[in-house]
């Protein structure tokens, strides 16, 4: 069963990856993570973007290869730094939360993945909030999102 489960989530992780990757050259520059970013809601700066990319792109090339990715996804991008890992959650569940209310609600989850490209439904966003919606208010708050991340 453990096998399957890593099958699916490398499968996620290259799927996040190909969102990134859009012109599908099999790595990440700059200006695409600079992209992802400003489809996600988030204007970066063109220097944080740069000081994001040598955080991930680990072998110094100018590009994020499936491999950097995976590593940064699973958890391996800030050197093992506890205080680094909880500012990278933050910010990713910041860049949910459009109302900063501390919760994402399906709406937020839709727009997000909307502006990504996805296809899917306001229905299927609820769904995706229901399986980690602990307290059951219809949010994913910060916690639940946290777990969500580790799994």
Do not use: W
């Not at 000081?51 to 950097?68: C, Q, W």
């Amino acid at each position: 069963m453990e096998k399957s489960s890593n099958k699916q989530s490398m499968d996620e992780v290259q799927q996040i990856f190909d969102k990134f990757d859009k012109n599908g050259d099999g790595k990440i520059s700059c200006k695409e993570l600079k992209n992802v970013l400003r489809a996600l809601g988030s204007e970066t700066s063109t220097e944080e973007v740069k000081r994001i990319m040598a955080e991930i792109d680990k072998n110094g090339d100018g590009y994020i290869d499936p491999r950097e990715f995976a590593l940064f996804y699973c958890g391996g991008g800030s050197n093992g730094d506890d205080q680094s890992d909880a500012n990278d959650l933050r910010d990713a569940f910041d860049l949910y939360d459009a109302d900063k209310n501390g919760l994402i609600s399906a709406s937020e989850l839709h727009s997000v993945l909307k502006g990504l490209g996805e296809k899917c439904s306001l229905s299927d966003c609820r769904r995706m909030i229901k399986s980690v919606d602990v307290d059951g208010d219809g949010n994913v708050n910060f916690d639940e999102f946290k777990k969500m991340m580790k799994r």
